[in-house]
Structure formats: structure tokens, C-alpha cells
């Protein structure tokens, strides 16, 4: 913890930074060791998900709101996938989108809402992040640790994926 408490200089960030830790942990540990499936692994992704966290806590406005959720769900999932991908890189497997990812029913608020939960992961938190949680492109680089292209790319194919979907059930764009 005190690894973690070093990036953050403001009392009040620290606090809520241990707020997070506490409330979150296991949740993060859960997503990144669904994708690694090696609880060490998963370890090394959940470290490296609160050392993002912690440099970017003046970020987190309410602990306890579904963006905040989302973004630590997402930063860990990421960091996972990293981790994945670097293991794999030795091999010649390559990551399917498709799988990697946490299942989750649709919410059944509405039609998009069903529509945004069946798009493949990181599609969906491309959206979630970006046209749910507010942040920009190049914050979204940052937080994921991906280049600026790479977001850019990620967003379109996530538009273009929800476009056919939506389509797929009557609604036209």
C-alpha cells in the first residue's frame, strides 16, 4: 500500500485512494485473474491497475458511482491484457477481442444498453469510457497504456461494431 500512497501527495487523495483499494481489490484481482487465469499474474495486473489509479486520482470524483467502477474494472482488465499479451507474445496465438472479457447480463434499461453489453469487450469499454465516463481520446491512451493511433483505431472499430449491431435490430443510424 505504501508503494501506492508515495504517487499521491494530497492527504485527502490518500485516503481515498485507501477507500479504493479496500472496496475494489478483490473485484480488480476477479476481472484480471478471469482474463490471465494465474492468480500471480493476476496480482502483477491488479499492482500495476492501482499504480494507474494512483497517479491519476484527482480524476476520481465519487468513490462509490458506477464510473468509478467502470474505470477501475477497466484499468485492470487492461493491465491484464498486457500482461496476456505479453506472455503470448513468444507464441503465435494471438488474442481473440471476442473472448477476453467478463461476461454480464444486459441491464434492460434500454435497447442500446442490451446492444453496448453484447459488443466484445474492450469495444464496450472503449464506449463506456469515452461517451459514458467523459474522457478524451488521450486520456483514454493514458489510462490504458496504449498510443493516441491505437485508441483511435480501437474507437472506430468499437462505433463501427455498435453501428452493425444496432442495425442487426431494426434500428437504423
Do not use: W
Amino acid at each position: 500500500m505504501l508503494i501506492y500512497l508515495q504517487e499521491i501527495a494530497d492527504p485527502q487523495n490518500q485516503y481515498r485512494f485507501e477507500q479504493l483499494y479496500i472496496g475494489y481489490r478483490q473485484l480488480m484481482f476477479h476481472i484480471a485473474n478471469n482474463v490471465l487465469r494465474n492468480e500471480y499474474d493476476a496480482e502483477d495486473a491488479v499492482h500495476q491497475a492501482f499504480l494507474s489509479v494512483a497517479k491519476n486520482m484527482d480524476k476520481i470524483s465519487d468513490l462509490k458511482c458506477t464510473k468509478t467502477k467502470t474505470y477501475l474494472v477497466t484499468i485492470a482488465e487492461h493491465c491484464a491484457i498486457d500482461i496476456y499479451r505479453a506472455r503470448k507474445r513468444r507464441a503465435t496465438v494471438p488474442l481473440n477481442e471476442e473472448i477476453v472479457g467478463l461476461d454480464f447480463d444486459a441491464p434492460h434499461t434500454s435497447v442500446l444498453a442490451d446492444v453496448i453489453a453484447k459488443l466484445p469487450a474492450r469495444y464496450r469499454h472503449m464506449i463506456l469510457l469515452k461517451y459514458d465516463c467523459g474522457y478524451s481520446n488521450n486520456e483514454i491512451a493514458e489510462l490504458l497504456g496504449l498510443s493516441y493511433e491505437g485508441v483511435h483505431s480501437l474507437d472506430q472499430r468499437a462505433k463501427r461494431k455498435l453501428k452493425k449491431l444496432l442495425e442487426e435490430t431494426g434500428i437504423d443510424i
